[in-house]
Structure formats: C-alpha cells, structure tokens
C-alpha cells in the first residue's frame, strides 16, 4: 500500500501489485473510500481492469475492481 496524498492523505492512496509474471504496477482507479479506509491485506489477489499491457508486461490504466476471493 502507499499512503494517500491531498483527499485521500490518512487513507491508501495505491496499491502496490505484481502480475503473475511479476512485473510490479500501482492500481489507485477504482479503490472506493471504503477500499482505500480498509483496503485488501498485502498479499491477496485483486481483479483488475485495463486498456493493454505495456512493453515490458504491466497493465496500462489498471482500474482495481475487486478482491479475488476465490482465486
């Protein structure tokens, strides 16, 4: 998690992830004030959305849309 600046100073400001791969990326679109208050434990699978993947493997414009329960 990194910490949030301007509305979200005190709350999660992004999440920190890797794909399966394990090219790392930020995903801060999509956390509601409740995701960012109480966001997913380090360590869980999240399900993303995005444009396309970059060159060297992260998401483009990744959108976080929920935590990955049953993967």
């Known amino acids: 998690h990194t910490s ?3 509305r979200h100073k005190g709350a999660v ?3 920190e992830c890797k ?3 394990g090219v ?3 995903v801060g679109t999509g956390l509601s004030d409740a995701d960012r208050a109480k966001p997913p434990p ?3 699978k999240i399900t993303v959305k995005y444009q396309n ?3 060297g493997g992260a998401p ?3 959108a976080f849309l929920a ?3 049953d993967k």
Request: glycine share 16%; no cysteine; proline share 4%.
């Open 53 to 55: 993947l970059t060159d």
């Open 19 to 21: 794909t399966d791969k």
């Open 4 to 6: 949030g600046k301007g």
């Open 13 to 15: 400001g992004a999440l």
């Open 60 to 62: 483009r414009f990744p």
């Open 67 to 69: 935590l990955a329960i």
């Open 42 to 44: 380090v360590g869980s």
């Open 24 to 26: 790392a990326f930020r």
